[in-house]
Protein backbone atom coordinates (compact mmCIF):
# COMPACT_ATOMS: atom_id res chain seq x y z
CA UNK A 1 0.00 0.00 0.00
CA UNK A 2 1.33 3.49 -0.92
CA UNK A 3 2.13 5.81 1.95
CA UNK A 4 3.55 9.33 1.65
CA UNK A 5 5.50 11.45 3.82
CA UNK A 6 6.05 15.21 4.13
CA UNK A 7 9.29 16.53 5.30
CA UNK A 8 9.15 18.97 8.28
CA UNK A 9 10.25 22.78 7.52
CA UNK A 10 7.97 24.11 10.36
CA UNK A 11 8.84 27.61 10.77
CA UNK A 12 9.91 29.90 7.20
CA UNK A 13 10.81 33.64 7.83
CA UNK A 14 8.63 36.09 5.42
CA UNK A 15 10.00 36.76 1.82
CA UNK A 16 12.40 33.30 2.04
CA UNK A 17 11.73 30.08 0.21
CA UNK A 18 9.31 27.17 2.01
CA UNK A 19 10.98 23.62 0.79
CA UNK A 20 9.04 20.45 1.37
CA UNK A 21 9.76 16.95 0.48
CA UNK A 22 7.49 13.94 -0.06
CA UNK A 23 8.67 10.66 0.25
CA UNK A 24 6.44 8.03 -0.87
CA UNK A 25 6.96 4.59 0.35
CA UNK A 26 5.01 1.18 -0.86
CA UNK A 27 5.25 1.96 -4.75
CA UNK A 28 7.18 3.31 -7.45
CA UNK A 29 7.18 7.05 -7.78
CA UNK A 30 7.66 6.08 -11.62
CA UNK A 31 4.74 4.34 -12.27
CA UNK A 32 2.51 5.85 -15.12
CA UNK A 33 -0.94 7.41 -14.76
CA UNK A 34 -0.06 9.17 -11.25
CA UNK A 35 0.28 13.01 -10.39
CA UNK A 36 2.19 13.37 -7.51
CA UNK A 37 0.58 16.42 -5.96
CA UNK A 38 1.03 19.57 -3.28
CA UNK A 39 -1.86 20.18 -1.91
CA UNK A 40 -2.41 23.25 1.44
CA UNK A 41 -5.31 24.22 4.00
CA UNK A 42 -5.53 27.03 5.28
CA UNK A 43 -6.86 27.05 9.11
CA UNK A 44 -10.66 26.05 8.45
CA UNK A 45 -10.98 26.53 5.18
CA UNK A 46 -11.26 23.97 2.45
CA UNK A 47 -7.81 22.63 0.47
CA UNK A 48 -6.24 24.51 -2.12
CA UNK A 49 -4.39 22.75 -5.13
CA UNK A 50 -1.36 23.80 -5.36
CA UNK A 51 0.18 21.54 -8.72
CA UNK A 52 1.40 18.37 -9.64
CA UNK A 53 3.72 16.98 -11.53
CA UNK A 54 4.50 13.21 -13.56
CA UNK A 55 7.43 10.71 -13.34
CA UNK A 56 8.47 12.44 -16.80
CA UNK A 57 8.93 15.30 -15.07
CA UNK A 58 5.37 17.25 -16.32
CA UNK A 59 4.05 19.98 -13.82
CA UNK A 60 0.72 21.62 -13.23
CA UNK A 61 0.60 24.66 -11.28
CA UNK A 62 -2.33 26.70 -10.07
CA UNK A 63 -2.52 30.09 -11.81
CA UNK A 64 -2.37 32.10 -9.00
CA UNK A 65 0.65 30.62 -7.52
CA UNK A 66 2.51 29.79 -10.46
CA UNK A 67 4.97 32.40 -10.38
CA UNK A 68 6.19 31.28 -6.98
CA UNK A 69 5.85 27.84 -7.19
CA UNK A 70 8.12 25.10 -8.39
CA UNK A 71 7.41 20.96 -8.52
CA UNK A 72 9.80 18.50 -9.17
CA UNK A 73 10.73 14.77 -8.77
CA UNK A 74 13.51 12.57 -7.98
CA UNK A 75 12.98 8.96 -9.54
CA UNK A 76 16.31 7.87 -7.98
CA UNK A 77 14.96 8.76 -4.32
CA UNK A 78 11.45 8.39 -4.86
CA UNK A 79 10.26 11.77 -3.77
CA UNK A 80 8.87 14.56 -4.88
CA UNK A 81 9.42 18.14 -3.79
CA UNK A 82 7.91 21.65 -3.91
CA UNK A 83 9.01 25.24 -3.76
CA UNK A 84 7.33 28.44 -2.87
CA UNK A 85 9.41 31.76 -3.55
CA UNK A 86 8.80 34.99 -1.47
CA UNK A 87 6.52 33.39 1.19
CA UNK A 88 3.82 35.55 3.03
CA UNK A 89 1.56 34.63 6.51
CA UNK A 90 -0.94 33.81 3.62
CA UNK A 91 1.67 30.92 2.86
CA UNK A 92 0.68 30.21 6.44
CA UNK A 93 -1.12 26.16 6.36
CA UNK A 94 -1.10 22.88 6.62
CA UNK A 95 0.84 21.07 3.40
CA UNK A 96 -0.25 17.51 1.86
CA UNK A 97 1.02 15.74 -0.40
CA UNK A 98 -0.62 13.21 -2.30
CA UNK A 99 -1.41 10.94 -5.51
CA UNK A 100 -3.96 11.94 -7.40
CA UNK A 101 -5.29 10.05 -10.70
CA UNK A 102 -6.99 10.94 -14.23
CA UNK A 103 -9.50 8.69 -12.72
CA UNK A 104 -10.11 8.63 -9.24
CA UNK A 105 -9.25 12.04 -7.86
CA UNK A 106 -6.98 12.35 -5.09
CA UNK A 107 -6.55 8.49 -3.87
CA UNK A 108 -3.92 8.86 -1.22
CA UNK A 109 -3.00 11.88 1.16
CA UNK A 110 -0.04 12.25 3.14
CA UNK A 111 -0.75 12.97 6.93
CA UNK A 112 0.19 16.47 6.08
CA UNK A 113 2.94 19.56 7.72
CA UNK A 114 2.29 22.27 9.44
CA UNK A 115 3.94 24.88 7.86
CA UNK A 116 4.16 28.66 9.46
CA UNK A 117 5.33 32.14 8.30
CA UNK A 118 6.67 34.35 10.69
CA UNK A 119 9.86 36.29 12.30
CA UNK B 1 -10.75 28.32 -13.04
CA UNK B 2 -14.05 25.81 -12.13
CA UNK B 3 -16.05 27.22 -9.05
CA UNK B 4 -17.50 24.77 -7.17
CA UNK B 5 -20.31 25.84 -4.38
CA UNK B 6 -21.55 23.18 -1.69
CA UNK B 7 -24.48 23.42 0.23
CA UNK B 8 -25.61 23.47 3.09
CA UNK B 9 -22.41 24.64 4.76
CA UNK B 10 -23.92 22.86 7.68
CA UNK B 11 -26.00 20.04 8.29
CA UNK B 12 -27.23 19.18 12.05
CA UNK B 13 -29.09 15.45 11.38
CA UNK B 14 -29.27 13.09 14.26
CA UNK B 15 -27.43 9.27 14.12
CA UNK B 16 -29.53 6.94 12.09
CA UNK B 17 -30.70 9.75 9.98
CA UNK B 18 -30.33 10.60 6.09
CA UNK B 19 -27.71 13.27 5.21
CA UNK B 20 -27.94 14.95 1.30
CA UNK B 21 -25.27 16.95 1.11
CA UNK B 22 -25.07 19.17 -2.48
CA UNK B 23 -22.34 20.13 -4.77
CA UNK B 24 -22.36 22.45 -7.99
CA UNK B 25 -19.83 23.10 -10.57
CA UNK B 26 -19.74 26.38 -12.49
CA UNK B 27 -19.32 24.64 -15.40
CA UNK B 28 -19.93 20.95 -16.58
CA UNK B 29 -16.90 18.38 -14.91
CA UNK B 30 -18.36 15.56 -16.79
CA UNK B 31 -17.83 12.52 -14.00
CA UNK B 32 -15.07 14.14 -13.07
CA UNK B 33 -16.09 14.80 -9.29
CA UNK B 34 -15.01 13.20 -5.91
CA UNK B 35 -15.90 13.77 -2.64
CA UNK B 36 -13.79 13.63 0.83
CA UNK B 37 -14.37 13.31 4.31
CA UNK B 38 -12.12 15.18 6.77
CA UNK B 39 -11.94 14.66 10.26
CA UNK B 40 -10.23 17.20 12.44
CA UNK B 41 -6.42 16.82 12.63
CA UNK B 42 -6.90 14.15 9.73
CA UNK B 43 -5.94 14.34 5.97
CA UNK B 44 -9.16 14.00 3.85
CA UNK B 45 -10.03 10.86 2.72
CA UNK B 46 -11.35 9.85 -0.72
CA UNK B 47 -14.89 8.37 -0.51
CA UNK B 48 -16.53 8.40 -3.71
CA UNK B 49 -14.55 9.31 -7.46
CA UNK B 50 -16.43 9.73 -10.81
CA UNK B 51 -19.28 10.97 -9.36
CA UNK B 52 -20.84 7.70 -8.10
CA UNK B 53 -18.31 5.31 -7.50
CA UNK B 54 -17.29 3.97 -3.67
CA UNK B 55 -13.46 4.06 -3.09
CA UNK B 56 -11.88 0.86 -1.22
CA UNK B 57 -13.28 0.25 1.87
CA UNK B 58 -15.95 2.85 2.17
CA UNK B 59 -19.29 1.62 3.47
CA UNK B 60 -22.69 0.90 1.18
CA UNK B 61 -24.19 3.63 3.01
CA UNK B 62 -22.26 6.04 1.16
CA UNK B 63 -23.81 6.94 -2.30
CA UNK B 64 -22.99 9.93 -4.78
CA UNK B 65 -25.04 10.61 -7.79
CA UNK B 66 -25.12 13.37 -10.52
CA UNK B 67 -23.43 14.56 -13.62
CA UNK B 68 -22.47 17.90 -15.27
CA UNK B 69 -23.10 20.40 -12.89
CA UNK B 70 -24.69 19.14 -10.04
CA UNK B 71 -23.59 16.28 -7.27
CA UNK B 72 -25.38 14.79 -4.36
CA UNK B 73 -23.76 12.91 -1.16
CA UNK B 74 -25.97 10.87 0.81
CA UNK B 75 -25.42 9.38 3.60
CA UNK B 76 -28.03 6.66 4.01
CA UNK B 77 -28.11 6.03 8.08
CA UNK B 78 -25.46 8.71 9.96
CA UNK B 79 -23.21 6.68 12.33
CA UNK B 80 -21.18 8.47 14.84
CA UNK B 81 -18.34 8.44 12.78
CA UNK B 82 -19.91 9.96 9.97
CA UNK B 83 -19.82 13.25 11.73
CA UNK B 84 -17.28 15.64 10.05
CA UNK B 85 -16.45 17.92 6.72
CA UNK B 86 -17.21 16.70 3.58
CA UNK B 87 -15.52 18.24 0.54
CA UNK B 88 -16.29 17.25 -3.25
CA UNK B 89 -13.62 18.46 -5.79
CA UNK B 90 -13.27 18.44 -9.19
CA UNK B 91 -10.73 17.00 -11.82
CA UNK B 92 -11.88 17.14 -14.81
CA UNK B 93 -9.34 20.27 -16.01
CA UNK B 94 -6.84 22.32 -14.39
CA UNK B 95 -6.67 23.90 -11.60
CA UNK B 96 -8.12 21.56 -9.76
CA UNK B 97 -10.29 22.83 -6.94
CA UNK B 98 -12.55 22.02 -3.49
CA UNK B 99 -15.85 23.09 -2.72
CA UNK B 100 -15.76 25.22 0.79
CA UNK B 101 -17.04 21.87 2.22
CA UNK B 102 -20.17 20.69 4.92
CA UNK B 103 -19.72 20.23 8.27
CA UNK B 104 -22.03 17.29 9.36
CA UNK B 105 -22.95 18.09 12.73
CA UNK B 106 -24.92 16.59 15.67
CA UNK B 107 -27.88 17.25 15.97
Known amino acids: QVQLQESDPGLVKPSQTLSLTCTVS??????????WSWIRQHPGKAPEWIGQ???????YYHPALRSRVRISIDTSKNQFSLNVSSVTAADTAVYYC???????????WGQGTTVTVSS | EIVMTQSPATLSESPGERATLSCRAS??????LAWYQQKPGQAPRLLIY???TRATGIPARFSGSGSGTEFTLTISSLQSEDFAVYYC?????????FGGGTKVEIK
Open chain 1, 53 to 59: ILHSGTT
Open chain 1, 26 to 35: GGSISSGGYY
Open chain 1, 98 to 108: ARATAYYGVDV
Open chain 2, 50 to 52: GAF
Open chain 2, 89 to 97: QHYNDWPLT
Open chain 2, 27 to 32: QSVSNN
